[in-house]
């Protein structure tokens, strides 16, 4: 065979390698959804700090056994509060989320904070206040690894009107219910509303589609009265 192919092995070596590298290109390009991950360093790294550290998002979503009922919050007549032994927390029942309610006061950063859960946008008034309170997550593309929590709000395209969302602050419920979603061009300001001036609005933000910074998605709810 060699003789006739005119190849010595070190050359059938070298065609073999080449072969093997042009699979694997291709491979990669018919299942570049599935793979794509790979060569992002942010996914990589939270792979490996993930490894070597016990990730935060341990925290249970529907233990709400542990909790004990309080008087309604006095600040707030009009809002259905409760008091809970809970630490502050974001959860929606429908997407599956469950994540971590983290409190910045500097806007520079709130994207670093998002590793470690959803973050309050620091112009925003508080959960349980009358006005908006922003809340804001990442999202990310189809098939990427659950690391951290970069996949928090892939799915609030899935909300729809009457869905719940659940704020835990400062230790009371606050139940919100789904109104509308909205897509926002990039820099653009979420609209406010008549709701807005005499509710207590929930607004969650993301980008749009998930893991693309392109466009941005917003959630709005209206906090339920008794």
């Keep these: 065979m060699l003789i006739i192919l005119g190849l010595n092995s070190m050359e059938i070596k070298k065609l073999w390698k080449v072969f093997i590298i042009l699979f694997l290109v291709i491979l990669v390009i018919f299942n570049w959804n599935e793979v794509s991950w790979i060569f992002n360093y942010r996914a990589v790294s939270g792979l490996l700090s993930d490894f070597f550290k016990k990730s935060d998002k341990e925290i249970q979503k529907d233990d709400r056994d542990d ?62 206040e009358k006005g908006q309170t922003i809340i804001l997550g990442h999202s990310a593309p189809p098939n990427w690894p659950d690391i951290k929590y970069d996949d928090v709000f892939s799915r609030l395209n899935e909300l729809e009107e009457g869905d719940e969302v659940f704020v835990y602050f400062d230790h009371r419920e606050y139940v919100y219910s789904v109104i509308k979603k909205i897509f926002l061009e990039k820099g653009e300001e979420v609209p406010e509303n008549a709701l807005t001036n005499s509710d207590n609005m929930l607004v969650l933000i993301s980008c749009w589609p998930p893991g693309k910074d392109i466009r941005r998605i917003a959630v709005e709810a209206k906090l339920k009265t008794e």
């Design 67 to 128: 909790y004990y009922e309080g008087e309604e919050d006095k600040s707030s007549s009009s809002s259905f509060a409760t008091a809970l032994v809970k630490e502050d927390s974001l959860e929606i029942p429908k997407i599956e989320v469950s994540a971590p309610l983290i409190f910045v006061e500097d806007i520079d950063k709130v994207y670093k904070t998002l590793d470690n859960g959803v973050v309050h946008y620091p112009d925003s008034v508080l959960p349980g």
